[in-house]
């Protein structure tokens, strides 16, 4: 299987957003994804965009996609944050998902960031040992807290 | 005490590393912050920067910042990250925390993000407490991943 990965255009937004939501399904959060199409272009179209995606593709069928952007460390300096790493379920163990991991890593030293971050569920181990393999560290310590917008707002109330 | 809490600018930079340095301390890694002034400046001013700070200010003494930049969720949309609030130790327990959170989340609310995110010491009770009673929640399950600059290499060059 010839596989290609090259960045996503608009054109490609609704297969993404499909790749988005089996992800969320994995993840035991099958309502999570609030997003639509229109936010994938909204955000990921033009000079401000918010974020940068690459898909994976075989004869015209995307198979996986990557989403990143930067960020900035006050430890560290510019750095960058994979948000999403997806493979379409009945082709995962071909290799898509590494591939697509290492191009990511790839960018990420040609923009010489000083580290690219990302969040993993705990029981996902399978996950966790192919990170911990390729050199990644996992931080015990560290949590992760959301402020959401209907809290924000009953906060901003009182 | 008169807090006025402003947009940083360039001149703000050197007292903002020493809070960033100072809060390294406390979360016991007083070796961890590499970036200089020059990469605050590199990356913090003009059109494509990639934060936004903010300072407290008392009679031309910088107490407290908070630094922060968008980010995008692919299950929310645009979202805010907060990188690091601080106050100066001998200067906590005033309020002035409080007074940087509460404007960070209203630029939130006035940005339209869809939440605020960031990340937390496990053993740090007293911040997490805090979170929590402001509507906040802690995530138990997920885990942060960071792929550092040098293990990226080695990792490129197998």
Not at 46 to 51: D, M, P
Not at 100 to 129: G, P, S, T
Not at 131 to 137: D, E, L, M, V
Not at 141 to 153: A, D, Q, S
């Amino acid at each position: 299987m010839k596989i290609t990965i090259r960045p996503a255009n608009k054109a490609d937004f609704p297969e993404v957003l499909n790749l988005i939501k089996e992800l969320a399904v994995f993840e035991k959060e099958p309502d999570a994804v609030e997003i639509t199409v229109n936010d994938l272009e909204k955000e990921g179209l033009g000079e401000n965009s918010l974020f940068q995606c690459l898909v994976a593709e075989n004869e015209n069928e995307i198979l996986g996609m990557a989403l990143f952007y930067f960020r900035f460390s006050t430890w560290k300096g510019r750095s960058l944050h994979l948000e999403d790493l997806i493979v379409r379920e009945k082709h995962r163990g071909k290799g898509i998902g590494e591939a697509l991991y290492k191009k990511v890593m790839e960018f990420a030293v040609e923009h010489n960031v000083k580290r690219v971050a990302w969040e993993v569920l705990d029981w996902n181990i399978n996950a966790i040992n192919f990170y911990k393999r390729t050199g990644a560290t996992i931080l015990d310590e560290w949590r992760i807290v959301h402020f959401r917008e209907n809290e924000l707002n009953d906060y901003l109330k009182q």
